[in-house]
Structures are given as C-alpha cells and as structure tokens.
C-alpha cells in the first residue's frame, strides 16, 4: 500500500497523567467522605461559586425569559432534530418472546435506567448542543430522573442559553457544578439528585477521569479523550472547504488532532498552504488552540486509491468521519470504524456537532473501533425473561444436571434434579 505522509505527528505516549489521576482520586475520596460541604468548598475554590448550587424554578424561568427569541428558535430547531433522531433509534429497539422449545418461553425487555447525570463542558466555550444532546436522549430513552450539571460563571452561574436548553430538554434538576465536583454529586445524589445510573457527556481530563474511576458503581458513556476528526478527500474536493472543515475541529482544543487522508497530491498540498491562514482568521483564544493542535497534532497522508485511504481511515478509527469524494454511495458501504460519518461537501461536522440531528458525544482515540455513540440504547437496559412448564423443565433438568456434573458443579446438578422430584412428586 503507497501511503506518504505529508505531515506527521509525532506519537505521544499512551500512559495516563498521573497528577490528573491521583488528583481525581483525592477528589472523590473526600466528596464521598464529606458529602455536599466538600462540593461546595471545591465549587468556590475552582469555579469561583458560591451561590446556590440548586437552580431554583424562580431562577429557571427567569434565564429561559432572558434568552432572545432568535437563540431560543435556534436551540428549538436543534432540539428537533435530536428528538426526531433519537425517537426513530429508539423504534428500532423491539421486545421480542419466543418458545424455544414446547413449553420454554424466554423473552427480551427493553427498559431505562432509573436516573442520569448528564455532563455540560462550560469553561472556553458555552456547549447548549450538549445540553441539547444528553438530555434530550435520556428523555426519549424514558428515563424518569435527569440531573444536568454545568461549570457556573463567576457571579452569573450558568449561561442562560445552556440553562434554556437543559429545561427544553427535559432537565428534572440543574445544578451550579462543574468539573470533578460535578460529577461526583450526580453519582451520589447529593443536593437532591437521584443517585445516578449512569454519567454521560463531554468534559475536561479531569471530568473524563472522574468518570472512568466510578465506572463499575455507576455506567458511564464512554472513555474519553480530546475529540478528533478526519477528513477524506479527493480531486473532488475544494480546497477551502476542506481546510475550513480541518480548523473548525482543530478550533475545540489544542490537544484535539484533525487528519486529511486524500488521493490527490494537488488537494492536500494546497489544504497544507491554505490551513495557517484561515488559522490566523479566528479570534483569540480559537486562534492559539487550533495553531497548536496543527502543528502538533494534524497529519495530511497521500493515497494511491480510494481503497488505501478507506483503510487508513479504519485504522485511525475517528471520532468524527467526513468524506469529500466521489460515489458517496461506495464509502458509506466500505468504511467501517467512525463514530459519526458526513458524506459530502454540502454536510460538515459542524453541522453534527450543533444542529443536524444524530448525537455528538462519540467515541474518541480509536474506541470507534469498538463501540459507537450516544444513543437511546446506552440509557437503556436489554434484559431478559424466560419461564417453562412441567415438560419443559423435565428436559432441561436432565440436560442441565449432566452437563453441571461434567463441569464439576454438583450443587447446579442437584438444583436441576430437584424439578424432576418435585415434577415427579
């Protein structure tokens, strides 16, 4: 396979930050030991907070009444579409009962976890699609209790635009939280929240951290790291666009890589040249962030074939997946590892992150290999059922009871046997 690399990344190690983790783990040590006046002292001390951690109803209203009415038809219109989205998911998710043989019937239910947390990054940027995203789901999913937490603003808290779409989609309660604080009061339930089942959304390493420590006692959504994004294109393809398409994603943080993967010398080399300038076009801190992630992060790799660079996309397994080519057709049915895919010029991730519909909490460094997205399904339990009568149980005694002995399980043999006896009896 003729691959070239135009630019390269440097690998950087795979071990975790060891500060972040033992500060973490100190962290929730001492929520979980000191409860709610521990938040409180790590919400003033990080986030500057010492209002009410509770949004009150009062102070709902009045946030959703300052939003202007275009930002509010806006969040709407998102707000739709991830509904719309998220409800034809949860259609294709059936309950199903079989009789596997005479008399043994087994069946599989679908049903939502009792409470969620949902995660809201504020900090450089104010993230209303996430809110939009998180909630939105886990209400369609038919999840009864929905806590939202968000990084408050020194003496505002949180912006009201976020607070109007954490009510838009169906928040039970908003608290003033952010970070690893955040985070430990949904699992605990603390300031009136229902201990959470499971704890969804983006954040900084050290919510991602906070996260990955409590899995086990709580579910989360996935690990993860910074967001990346890779873009395939060919001569096709426009070389603003494409580089626009590069920034906008390098723009989310300095740690965040973007990849061009194209079969077009020409194309690359003039999204390499153009990249720096359109850089220079955004504003501060968007600027310094997205010139640090690519010149330290951002990769432009040349292919000989659609078919090479099919592959070395599946080997980078992206979050997010954009294709700029010709035969959409045959790259929806060839690639196979992404988190989210965007077939042609005229969709953009951008449009994914914010408004277009499917979720944007993905999986990130590669875990798209293995998993996908947010959906309704990571709110929701597939379980199953079954139940036999007297002749099935008969058969299933003497087939479980020979197979337990020959496993060396004797207690399961005589668990068995007794349906015989009491069949028998």
Not at 334 to 346: I, K
Request: glycine letters at 8%; a negative charge.
């Amino acid at each position: 396979m003729a691959v070239t690399y135009l630019k390269k990344a440097p690998r950087r190690p795979a071990s975790e930050d060891r500060d972040i983790r033992d500060t973490v783990a100190i962290m929730l040590a001492n929520i979980e030991r000191v409860g709610e006046e521990a938040v409180r002292n790590y919400a003033e001390r990080l986030d500057r907070w010492s209002g009410n951690i509770v949004v009150s109803d009062a102070d709902r209203k009045a946030a959703c009444d300052r939003v202007p009415r275009d930002l509010k038809e806006d969040i709407q219109f998102a707000h739709r579409n991830i509904r719309r989205f998220a409800e034809a998911q949860k259609s294709t998710m059936g309950e199903c009962e079989v009789e596997l043989l005479p008399g043994l019937i087994a069946g599989q239910k679908q049903i939502p976890v009792s409470s969620a947390g949902c995660y809201v990054p504020g900090g450089r940027y104010s993230h209303i699609a996430s809110a939009l995203m998180t909630i939105t789901t886990a209400k369609v999913a038919g999840v009864p209790h929905i806590t939202a937490v968000s990084p408050p603003r020194p003496g505002t808290g949180i912006p009201d635009a976020i607070i109007y779409a954490m009510d838009l989609s169906g928040a039970d309660l908003i608290l003033n939280l952010g970070g690893v604080q955040g985070i430990a009061a949904m699992a605990q339930g603390l300031f009136g929240a229902q201990p959470a089942d499971i704890l969804v959304g983006p954040g900084n390493s050290y919510v991602a951290e906070a996260k990955r420590m409590l899995f086990g006692k709580v579910g989360i959504d996935m690990f993860a790291g910074p967001t990346d994004s890779l873009v395939i294109a060919d001569h096709s393809a426009s070389v603003d666009t494409v580089a626009w398409d590069l920034v906008s994603q390098a723009e989310h943080g300095a740690d965040s890589p973007v990849w061009l993967v194209s079969t077009d010398k020409a194309l690359a080399d003039g999204v390499l040249d153009r990249v720096p300038a359109l850089i220079d076009e955004l504003p501060e801190p968007n600027a310094s962030a997205a010139r640090t992630a690519w010149n330290e992060r951002a990769e432009v790799i040349l292919c000989d074939t659609r078919e090479e660079a099919a592959q070395v996309a599946d080997c980078y397994a992206p979050e997010h997946l954009q294709v700029q080519a010709e035969d959409l057709d045959w790259w929806l049915n060839r690639l196979s590892a992404y988190g989210s895919l965007f077939l042609g010029a005229e969709t953009t991730v951008s449009f994914g992150d914010k408004t277009s519909g499917p979720n944007h909490v993905l999986p990130t460094s590669g875990a798209a290999r293995y998993t996908g997205g947010l959906s309704v399904h990571k709110f929701t339990k597939t379980v199953t059922w079954q139940r036999c009568n007297a002749e099935a149980s008969h058969e299933l005694a003497l087939r479980t009871a020979r197979i337990s002995r020959i496993e060396g399980m004797e207690g399961h043999a005589r668990a068995a046997e007794i349906r015989l006896r009491d069949h028998t009896a």
